[in-house]
């Protein structure tokens, strides 16, 4: 073989390489189960507020803490902590992403995004 040939096929291997690690770790939503039994590992969780029981937001060393409970897409339930403010109409979201990971019994969430309903739904389409 050329040396041009090598370096190719090298290039070639290098490449599908890279392209094999980006698809495994693509992050994928996964349940609160999941996550709970990887403590300290960070997952991405999707599902919906539990509007039954308490939302709180209580300051502790001079920082806002928010705590809600929400039931993922697979219906596993849990308690969640999140630094910072309550998001404007946190109660009327249809849908919560969480990042975050589980630290004992209490998903901490760094991050929080909402899905909010769509004011474009037309009535009785349902």
Do not use: W
């Amino acid at each position: 073989m050329k040396k041009t040939q090598i370096a190719l096929l090298l290039f070639l291997v290098v490449v599908l390489a890279v392209i094999i690690s980006m698809v495994y770790q693509a992050d994928t939503y996964s349940s609160f189960d999941i996550a709970r039994n990887n403590a300290g590992k960070e997952f991405h969780i999707i599902g919906v507020l539990n509007t039954d029981m308490p939302i709180e937001e209580i300051v502790t060393s001079n920082t806002l803490l928010l705590t809600f409970y929400m039931n993922d897409d697979k219906g596993y339930e849990a308690k969640v902590h999140h630094l910072g403010p309550k998001p404007t109409d946190f109660e009327k979201s249809d849908q919560i992403v969480l990042i975050g990971k589980f630290e004992e019994d209490v998903f901490v969430a760094s991050s929080l995004l909402l899905k909010c309903p769509s004011k474009y739904k037309k009535e009785g389409m349902d």
